[in-house]
């Protein structure tokens, strides 16, 4: 099973919230939080990540907040995944002790070809195509 984590789940909706009302002032974490309806300090720690990645940055302040310096058009949703959790990396064995002989196990071709398959169609998603309407 493919499980996306929570912090690249709010990674992900937290840049599109932002694509679509993008303008010139902006975005506190409060008011992102308050949208998505999350916890404003977990968001505030994924927000610091995406910054750290390059796609965000962030001003201090009473005005402050967090706006784009990457193009929302150039932000995959592979390497939005990969700047919260790292590499997507082929499944090894799921058991604690592998039972298969080696290169012989029941679904190494499965988790191959699914890990692919999501490296393959989170490189062709942008942030920009999940602007809300």
């Keep these: 099973m493919i499980k996306i984590s929570e912090r690249v789940n709010l990674a ?8 679509t009302y993008s303008g010139e002032e902006p975005f506190a974490v409060s008011h992102i939080a308050e949208r998505m309806e999350v916890s404003p300090s977990h968001l505030a720690k994924v927000m610091q990540m995406l910054v750290k990645s390059g ?3 962030s001003v201090r302040g009473a005005k402050g907040g967090f706006y784009f ?4 058009l150039n932000i995959s ?3 939005v995944y990969e700047a919260i959790d790292g590499p997507l990396m082929k499944q090894d064995c799921l058991l604690p002790s592998p039972m298969c002989k080696p290169g012989n196990c029941i679904l190494n071709d499965v988790l191959t070809e ?3 398959f999501l490296s393959d169609n989170l490189s062709k998603k942008h942030i920009s195509d999940f602007v809300f309407e």
């Design 77 to 79: 949703l592979l390497n």
């Design 55 to 57: 796609f965000i940055t």
């Design 114 to 116: 699914a890990t692919a």
């Design 69 to 72: 310096i990457a193009d929302p």
């Design 12 to 19: 992900i909706h937290a840049l599109g919230y932002m694509a």
